[in-house]
């Protein structure tokens, strides 16, 4: 006799992790190759005096620099264990078995995982040919079972950001009992003007929560800490699904400090931007198309050549990441690291 484990289980897709390869340049998972900022260090190594403590439930510190600095009150704001866990969260308390999540496809690869586990039906929207989310097709796809819609800009593994305009208007389309979930894990890379700002219409509708991170450009991927803001009804509901102290101490003292490094967050940012900008023109000027990016990475839609390219890639000890027969994501690293990269893409074919 073995347990009895949910049979759906067998059939849930396996989230893929960027590969770590000694000796090669990582450029697979969006994360900031500088590493944590410098003064958020010294936090870090302070807090590990006092973790024979449990956290603060309620991280009461973080929520309340969190509310000063976006300027909401601290019922607006929920702590989770990176953002990735309050994106499940909210799927947790909104959908019973058999409701629908809306959200866009390809986009961040968690959705469809962490909708099957809670037992709610994925309805994924293809993109646009541009690579950028249909919105007017994901509106098709709200039904009176659909409770939450997942909206990612700019869009993990795209990198195409959606236009302040076209999301309001978008967000006066969608029925006000549906959870919009603007996911901007990637909103301090974000140069264009034009580019939404979320938590700014999380105070314009109840239904719209914000969901940002530590992990990318703060550069705390291994600490698991985000934040979601949104109206309280929302975030009452989020921290009743919350597993309690999963966001741990180390992480909330790292997120405080963090808050207090903007100089240096700043100027990180906009070397990435820098970056970003000089890889996809190269990248262009070699034939490849490659769609307009608002975070710190960029996307090749190579279709079927995507998998030759990660190989080639790893050849030239750079460590990518393919999406089997849609494209190729590069996260944006140090200017070595990026000329590692155009390097082998220049060979390519
Ligand atoms: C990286 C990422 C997240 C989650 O990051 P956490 O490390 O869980 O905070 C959420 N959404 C998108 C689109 C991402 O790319």
């Keep these: 006799m073995s347990v009895r484990i949910r049979s759906d289980l067998e059939k849930l897709p396996a989230y893929v992790a960027g590969r770590t390869v000694p000796g090669s340049v990582k450029l697979a998972s969006n994360e900031v190759s500088a590493g944590p900022l410098p003064s958020v260090v010294e936090a870090i190594t302070r807090a590990a005096h006092d973790v024979h ?36 969260q909210i799927v947790q308390a909104t959908c019973e078995p058999g409701d629908e999540v809306v959200f866009p496809w390809r986009s961040f690869e968690a959705y469809p995982i962490l909708t099957r586990v809670a037992g709610a039906e994925e309805v994924r929207v293809p993109l646009t040919p541009e690579q950028e989310l249909d919105l007017e097709a994901m509106l098709r796809a709200i039904t009176p079972a659909t409770r939450v819609v997942f909206v990612c800009t700019p869009n993990n593994p795209t990198g195409t950001s959606l236009r302040r305009e076209d999301l309001e208007a978008f967000l006066r389309r969608v029925p006000s009992e549906v959870v919009v979930v603007l996911d901007e894990a990637y909103r301090e890379f974000v ?41 309280p009804e929302i975030i009452t509901a989020l921290r009743k699904v919350y597993i309690p102290f999963s966001v ?23 070397e990435i ?24 990475f960029v996307w090749l839609p190579l279709g079927e050549g995507s998998a030759a390219f990660d190989e080639h890639c790893a050849e030239h000890r750079v460590v990518v990441r393919a999406f089997a027969g849609d494209g190729v994501r590069i996260t944006i690293g140090s200017p070595e690291e990026n000329d590692a990269l155009l390097k082998a893409a220049a060979s390519f074919r």
Aim: net charge negative; charged share 25%.
């Design 53 to 88: 403590r449990y956290p603060d439930m309620a991280a009461t510190e973080l929520v309340a620099t969190l509310a000063e600095r976006l300027e909401v009150t601290t019922d607006r704001i929920a702590v989770g264990c990176g953002s990735v866990a309050l994106c499940q």
């Design 191 to 231: 140069t264009d003007p034009e580019a939404p700002d979320g938590v700014e219409l999380t105070r314009q509708r109840d239904n719209v929560v914000s969901l940002r991170t530590f992990s990318k450009a703060y550069g705390l991927a291994g600490l698991r800490v985000g934040y979601a803001v949104g109206a």
């Design 248 to 270: 741990n101490a180390v992480a909330q003292r790292a997120a405080v400090a963090s808050l207090s490094a903007t100089t240096e967050l700043e100027r990180r940012c906009a």
């Design 273 to 296: 931007a820098t970056e970003r900008t000089r890889v996809r023109e190269a990248l262009l000027e070699l034939g490849y198309e490659v769609p307009p990016s608002e975070a710190n």
